[in-house]
């Protein structure tokens, strides 16, 4: 019988595997997605929940041939930026990162990792300084919200890290006082009631003013319409304005409703009548999780493009009309481009009740459109772009046939927009400005706008 090969402990992924003794690290910076990094004889090591500066015993959870990761087993010595997280599930939850990190530190590393990601596109652009989120803490407005059953209760809350097992979450601090009141109803009503062991998820979403909760409940597929109603009675009496009941695999099919599904925001009016204009979106469409935040983006983004009168502006992937509302005031023509058919109906009713009637909406998936609109010689001056996660590579290829001479990214995922530069790069477009925003405070996130011109 063939014996096994003897183990040795020659490298540091075969010495300390999992389970093995802790090691003593010391935490040098903070990486994309979070964790911080530390090195040992030379292997990059991901470390949970550090900070820069931290004296640390990790223990291993995983180990690769050019990285491991790990977990903090206890501070031998805190970093100068450490400060107390005041969660008591930030240990384990793995909603927000960096909430033990002094925000000025968590400032100077978001603007570190940009220069870092970007560093092969940023040649001569200016990069002007981010801008901080305010406030830090109790500013987002929108949860999505996990559960799962968990014997005769279900638990409601959060992943934690790196699993799908959910922290059973009665309080955020990223979300204000009165948000949290209204959640603790809803989980309090929900958290024995036989009938919640149907769901999936929840999204609570609030408007800007007026106090009004939107509550999207999302269950399996076993759950009836008499379910349904049950677990919307129950939402209504925890203090929702509107509640909607769906299959999680199917939003359109509505099993249940009751009052409005809707939250609204505000905007600014950038040209014309003074004041501001509300925006409606369905529960089910998306929007910026910091209100206040997203109005000062957007008119950064109106000023940096510049659309003159006798301009046409392309919107791509538009939601609800959070930009091209505003740009339209200030053009000839948006064309808008949404797949969602819940956002896209939002945006033609925010249109109609701003009074805008220089958009035209496009239906269905911005590659195939542009794509078309190509294929058609349509032309614009200028193109604006605010993609999910995963970027825009699909919609650049044809973009160069458009004619636009000046495009703004918004983007929200720094490696999937390194990429997209690379393509725009070879369509003739190059970065000339580049500025971060603070939207997603004591987490590792950042929205980046970039404009960029064709040379």
């Not at 560093?119 to 996990?146: C, K, L, N, W």
């Not at 939107?214 to 349904?228: F, I, V």
């Not at 509302?325 to 808008?336: D, F, H, Y």
Request: contains cysteine; aromatic residues 6%; glycine residues 8%.
């Amino acid at each position: 019988m063939r014996r096994p090969a003897k183990k040795t402990a020659s490298t540091a992924s075969r010495s300390h595997r999992p389970g093995r003794s802790p090691l003593a690290l010391t935490v040098e910076s903070l990486a994309w997605g979070g964790k911080a990094i530390a090195r040992h004889e030379g292997k990059v090591v991901f470390v949970s929940k550090g900070t820069p500066g931290d004296h640390v015993l990790v223990t291993l959870d995983r180990t690769k041939s050019r990285y491991a990761e790990g977990h903090i087993e206890a501070i031998l010595r805190p970093g100068e930026d450490r400060v107390d997280p005041k969660c008591k599930f930030f240990s384990h939850c793995g909603g927000c990162q960096w909430l033990s990190l002094r925000y000025s530190r968590q400032l100077g590393e978001k603007e570190a990792l940009l220069r870092s990601i970007l560093r092969h596109h940023i040649g001569e652009a200016v990069v002007d300084p981010i801008v901080p989120s305010e406030p830090q803490t109790a500013y987002r407005h929108r949860g999505d919200f996990h559960v799962v059953p968990s014997g005769r209760e279900v638990r409601i809350g959060f992943y934690q890290e790196g699993s799908h097992h959910v922290t059973n979450l009665d309080l955020c601090l990223l979300f204000d006082r009165d948000y949290n009141d209204t959640y603790g109803r809803l989980r309090s009503a929900l958290r024995e009631a036989q009938v919640a062991q149907l769901l999936e998820g929840l999204t609570l979403s609030r408007s800007e003013t007026g106090g009004h909760y939107a509550l999207h409940m999302k269950t399996s597929p076993r759950a009836t319409r008499e379910d349904a109603q049950s677990l919307a009675r129950l939402a209504r009496e925890a203090g929702c304005g509107g509640v909607l009941v769906t299959p999680t695999p199917r939003p359109g099919d509505v099993l249940a409703g009751e009052g409005s599904h809707s939250v609204r925001f505000r905007l600014e009016r950038l040209q014309g009548e003074l004041g501001e204009m509300e925006l409606g979106a369905d529960v089910r469409s998306f929007t910026q999780t910091h209100y206040a935040m997203n109005r000062r983006m957007v008119g950064t983004a109106a000023e940096w493009l510049s659309v003159a009168r006798h301009e046409r502006l392309l919107d791509l992937y538009s939601g609800v009309g959070n930009f091209a509302l505003p740009l339209a005031q200030l053009c000839s023509e948006v064309v808008s481009v949404e797949s969602s058919p819940f956002a896209l109906a939002d945006s033609k009713e925010n249109a109609a009740r701003a009074g805008v009637y220089n958009m035209r909406h496009l239906p269905g998936d911005a590659a195939e459109r542009v794509k078309d609109l190509a294929a058609r010689s349509e032309k614009f001056d200028a193109i604006l772009l605010d993609p999910p996660r995963a970027g825009a590579r699909g919609v650049i290829e044809h973009v160069g046939h458009l004619g636009a001479r000046r495009i703004l990214y918004v983007s929200c995922n720094l490696p999937s927009l390194d990429r997209d530069l690379t393509d725009f790069h070879s369509k003739g477009y190059f970065p000339v400005r580049l500025q971060p925003w603070d939207l997603f405070a004591q987490t590792y996130g950042i929205e980046t706008l970039c404009l960029l011109e064709r040379r």
